[in-house]
């Protein structure tokens, strides 16, 4: 009550009486507490509340997700004075549920990682009623479980979601067991968020370590790859290479070592230089390199090859950031297909060598049965006139036979290894040398020899035996080709620092049927004609040859009936 009382005075002023009033003011009173209880309740939620966020840093450096939940019961007791607190979590299968980390009678927490119940109809209604309605579940006469599923008292319990704001990953909940402390609303409101709280950092956590299992699974796949699998950014420094990339590279321990490192560290600066251009294409078109051959070099420095595809690494922006490459070592595959074709070159350089052997034995019999049936009919004869005559034709054959043996050793000395001694040559003079010594020839033809020699020629580099060998070739050619009263004509010129020599005729000519054959082996396009004048059919092989050693060109060109052009081309650089 609230009482003012006042005195009562008559006209003189002296005091006669009182008057009083009095009032009941426990409304009031009940009031002013109920607003300070409201606001010490207020300032306890707020203290809770920097609790629940110092708890959820803590929580956020734990590394495991597992190692998260049994910290989510201990701190959930510990520093925010929950009872006891249990962690169960949604199974991948649906109708399951796994058990975590709980605590049990004595307030320890438990580890039931290794518990899994099917979800009865009560806890999925629960979850359905967290899920679409209300923040939390809170019963005044739950049952109370212990690790065996079995009831040990009614009491209450709140239970509410873990979820990332998306996923409902399990529940978290509470009771009063061990204390007998009645759950409040704030109780139920910090249990909300803590659940939040820890269901984000659950999530997050889990996220993580599917990231991490799956990152060890592809580090695991590429690891066992045996072909080099690498990572390069922008500057083709490496970011990433797999085992085969390192256990292969020389001077190379591990994966740590090689990560920064440039082609120009691990390969020979040539190659290097290569490598990185290419790249530099690539990260500038934004186009991929497909099996491309690379240079590498092995423990021994010794050159390998690879086979290497590259494509380029984009941000989620699409730009270029780097390439992911993959190289095959190819040394051993480049080596079998070497030897594949040192194989069937040495089975053509066989049939060559059966068939020039072939070739030779014929023109070896011909001659000698010649010999031989002429010596037998010279002995019948006693006339030594007739004798003579079979003597000369035993001459002539034994030429044509000293013709093929060095027609053949001479082939096969140029074929097989034969260096040509270079030395500064008189191109005219030798010309003009193997003209005189075939001069007799010419004059029984009575052939017109007519020159047209450069006299500014400069020395051509040359083996001077060869080249001698090589117009006389040509010559003696024109001079057999070319019938009686005929025109040989012997050029030489300079162009574009090549030496030109050119052998003219105005002989038979060779047909276009024989002209891609001329310079084969054993080659006549008339045989009999050829034979004739003790022809081997090495001659233009022997020229060509000489011109392949020297490096130059022979070029010819003929009308038949007309005439040929035999046309050497001589480089003077050496
Ligand atoms: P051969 O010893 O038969 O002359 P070559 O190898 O020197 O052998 O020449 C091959 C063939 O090319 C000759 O048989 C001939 O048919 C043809 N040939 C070469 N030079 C001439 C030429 N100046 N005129 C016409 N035919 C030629």
């Known amino acids: 009550m609230l009482t003012s009382k006042i005195p009562l005075r008559n006209a003189q002023g002296e005091i006669t009486g009182l008057v009083g009033v009095t009032r009941d003011i426990t409304p009031f009173k009940q009031v002013e507490s ?62 399951f549920t796994t058990g975590s980390f709980g605590t049990d009678e004595y307030g320890q927490t438990r580890d039931e990682r290794g518990m899994r119940l099917p979800l009865t109809d009560q806890y999925k209604s629960v ?45 978290i909940s509470a009771d009063n067991l061990l204390h007998g402390k009645p759950i409040t609303q704030q109780d139920l409101e910090i ?13 997050r956590k889990r996220a993580e370590e599917a990231l991490l299992k799956e990152r060890n ?11 080099r699998i690498f990572v390069k950014d922008t500057q083709s420094r490496l970011m990433l290479v797999n085992k085969a990339s390192w256990t292969h590279t020389p001077n190379v321990g591990g994966e740590e070592e090689m990560i920064g490192m440039t082609d120009s560290d691990l390969l ?39 086979l290497s595809t590259k494509v380029p690494l984009l941000d989620t922006q699409g730009n ?4 992911v490459g993959v190289s095959r070592d190819i040394t051993n595959q480049k080596q079998t297909e070497q030897q594949r074709l040192e194989l069937a070159l040495q089975k053509e350089r066989l049939e060559l060598l059966t068939e020039f052997i072939g070739n030779m034995s014929h023109d070896l019999k011909t001659p000698l049965s010649v010999i031989k049936t002429t010596l037998y009919l010279m002995e019948r004869l006693d006339d030594p006139v007739r004798q003579e005559a079979k003597l000369q034709v035993i001459k002539e054959q034994t030429l044509r036979l000293e013709k093929l043996i060095q027609d053949v050793i001479t082939m096969s000395r140029l074929e097989h290894g034969a260096k040509p001694i270079f030395e500064p040559v008189d191109f005219n003079a030798l010309i003009l040398d193997v003209e005189s010594k075939l001069r007799a020839t010419a004059e029984r033809k009575h052939l017109d020899i007519l020159f047209n020699l450069d006299e500014h020629l400069p020395l051509l580099p040359a083996d001077e035996n060869e080249l001698w060998r090589l117009m006389a070739n040509l010559y003696e050619n024109a001079l057999h080709y070319t ?32 002209m891609p054959h001329i310079f ?30 020297h490096g130059g060109e022979i070029i010819v060109q003929s009308d038949e009936g007309k005439g040929s052009l035999f046309r050497v081309l001589l480089s003077i650089r050496d």
């Not at 249990?191 to 999530?203: F, K, P, R």
């Not at 054993?522 to 090495?538: M, Q, V």
Request: hydrophobic fraction near 40%; glycine fraction near 8%.
């Open 34 to 95: 109920a607003l300070r209880a409201s606001e010490a309740a207020a300032l306890a939620f707020q203290e809770r509340l920097k609790v629940l966020y110092e708890v959820s840093l803590d929580l956020a450096r734990i590394p495991t997700f597992d190692e998260l939940c049994r910290a989510g019961v201990d701190l959930g007791r510990e520093r925010l004075g929950f009872d006891r607190l249990g962690i169960w979590l949604l199974d991948s299968q649906p109708e």
């Open 127 to 171: 979850l359905r009623d967290l899920v679409e309605h209300s923040n939390y579940y809170f019963s005044d006469n739950a049952p109370i479980f212990n690790d065996r599923a079995e009831t040990i008292a009614i009491g209450q319990k709140a239970m509410v979601m873990l979820s990332d704001g998306h996923t409902v990953i399990g529940t």
């Open 191 to 203: 249990l909300v968020l803590y659940g939040s709280t820890l269901g984000y950092l659950c999530a």
């Open 217 to 227: 699974l592809l580090r695991t796949i590429i690891d066992i790859l045996p072909d």
């Open 268 to 306: 020979p600066a040539e190659m290097a230089e290569e490598i990185y251009a290419d790249e530099q294409a690539l990260f500038a078109s934004g186009q991929p390199i497909l099996n491309q051959e690379e240079p590498g070099r092995d423990y021994e420095g010794n050159p390998i090859y690879f």
């Open 320 to 323: 270029v950031i780097g390439l």
């Open 483 to 514: 019938p009686e009263h005929g025109t040989i004509t012997l050029t030489t010129y300079m162009v574009d620092k090549q030496v030109v020599a050119e052998v003219q005729d105005t002989g038979i000519g060779i047909g276009a049927d024989d």
């Open 520 to 549: 084969d082996r054993f080659y006549r396009a008339d045989p009999a004609r050829s034979l004739e004048r003790g022809g081997t059919g090495l001659g233009l092989a022997i020229v060509k040859r000489i011109v392949e050693l």
